[in-house]
């Protein structure tokens, strides 16, 4: 059926391991779901969703599995967090739209620095700033 595919949580880096249909692509997992996706349970028929939602250190699901390994790796939000950390993460599986991939919107893009003035997306200087002149910035 099914081969198992090793994850590790983003907020603790705990490894789980899930056994699913290899044709379906991962795209990323992420701490939050992502924009326009919607996740199943492990214990749901996730084969026909969009993404997995995970919660760290649950395995409910027979396929599921956490190994007790945890990973040291860069993007781990905080590796010093008891692990497994019990907060939900997200697998997003590749999500194609009349043919082509979706991109998904990472949420930091909501963010709107600067209140969004008429001057547009300048630096925090005045309007003829241009590169940092002689007195820094
Ligand atoms: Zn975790």
């Known amino acids: 059926m099914g081969f198992p595919v090793s994850y590790y949580c983003p907020h603790c880096g705990a490894v789980v391991e899930l056994e699913r249909d290899g044709y379906l692509a991962d795209k990323s997992v992420t701490p939050y779901p992502l924009e326009g996706w919607?996740?199943?349970?492990?214990?749901?028929d996730f084969e026909?969703?969009?993404?997995?939602?995970?919660?760290?250190?649950?395995?409910?699901?027979?396929?599921?599995?956490?190994?007790?390994?945890?990973?040291?790796?860069?993007?781990?939000?905080?590796?010093?967090?008891a692990s497994p950390c019990g907060r939900e993460f997200?697998?997003?599986?590749?999500?194609?739209?009349?043919?082509?991939?979706?991109?998904?919107?990472?949420?930091?893009?909501?963010v709107v620095i600067g209140g969004g003035g008429p001057s547009g997306p300048s630096g925090p200087r005045g309007p003829d700033a241009g590169p940092r002149g002689p007195d820094g910035f």
């Open 48 to 81: 026909d969703a969009e993404g997995v939602r995970f919660a760290c250190g649950e395995s409910d699901a027979p396929g599921l599995s956490w190994t007790g390994d945890v990973v040291d790796a860069d993007d781990v939000e905080n590796p010093t967090l």
């Open 90 to 110: 997200y697998l997003s599986f590749v999500r194609y739209e009349d043919g082509r991939e979706v991109e998904a919107v990472p949420e930091s893009d909501y």
């Open 38 to 44: 919607s996740y199943a349970d492990p214990t749901d």
